[in-house]
Antibody, heavy 122, light 112 residues
């Protein structure tokens, strides 16, 4: 069974760059049938999709975050990563790495990591 | 700001039926995009409950059902159980502003 596990900086200073990485185990990161997303959830709030990366390296970002987001993928390590620059307190959230099953229009987010909490604070 | 609107909370006694609405517009649900539903238990990651508007992944009880009509979708829970107390989110795609995956505002289900 494929599993996802996030890792990264738990505390980030305002104006710095937030970096989190997701490690894929128990399955392939290179399938044409899936894409790899980041979704975040501020404390006590709802879910926000940040963007996805395909195994080819193609990316697509939420237009509201596009100017600050970049994603990358390392097939050899079976990892994909999120960088969010110029962070503020509003970026404090639990960050989830998620697999999208591309069978639908859109496909469902069918596998989630456990989430990693990132706090932006001086 | 979410483009999919859900009631903040719904409640019911054990065994009752509750429904959660997800109201969108012509740029998302009304444009024919699929709706998925997620259940988030306290302190846990969300889990897909319904995909493709009406389909249940293996392991999800048939007490959960989804429907879609025009610019909205609904999740129904029949035979409500204490373990169903959680937050529920709908999700789809919105084609405005270049396109974006969008989530509903979320609904807290309380079992009385």
């Amino acid at each position: 069974q494929l599993q996802l596990e996030e890792s990264g900086s738990g505390l980030v200073r305002p104006t710095d760059t937030l970096s989190v990485t997701c490690t894929v185990s128990g399955g392939s990161i290179s399938s044409d049938n899936y894409s790899w997303s980041w979704i975040r959830q501020p404390p006590g709030e709802g879910l926000e999709w940040i963007g996805f990366i395909f195994h080819t390296g193609s990316t697509y970002y939420n237009p509201s975050l596009k100017s600050r987001v970049s994603m990358s993928l390392d097939k050899s390590q079976k990892q994909f990563s999120l960088n969010l620059k110029s962070v503020t307190a509003a970026d404090t959230a639990v960050y989830y790495c998620v697999r999208e099953n591309d069978s639908g229009n859109p496909g469902p987010f069918d596998i989630w990591g456990q989430g990693t909490r990132v706090t932006v604070s001086p | 700001q979410s483009v999919l609107t859900q009631p903040p909370s719904v409640s019911g006694a054990p065994g009752q039926r509750v429904t959660i609405s997800c109201t969108g517009s012509s740029s998302n649900i009304g444009a024919g995009y699929d709706v998925h539903w997620y259940q988030q238990l306290p302190g846990k990651a969300p889990k897909v409950l319904i995909y493709g508007n009406v389909n249940r992944p293996s392991g999800v009880p048939d007490r959960f059902s989804g429907s879609k009509s025009d610019t909205s979708a609904s999740l129904a829970i029949t035979g409500l159980q204490a373990e169903d107390e959680a937050d529920y989110y709908c999700q789809s795609y919105d084609k405005r502003l270049g396109g974006c995956y969008v989530f509903g505002t979320g609904t807290k289900v309380t079992v009385l």
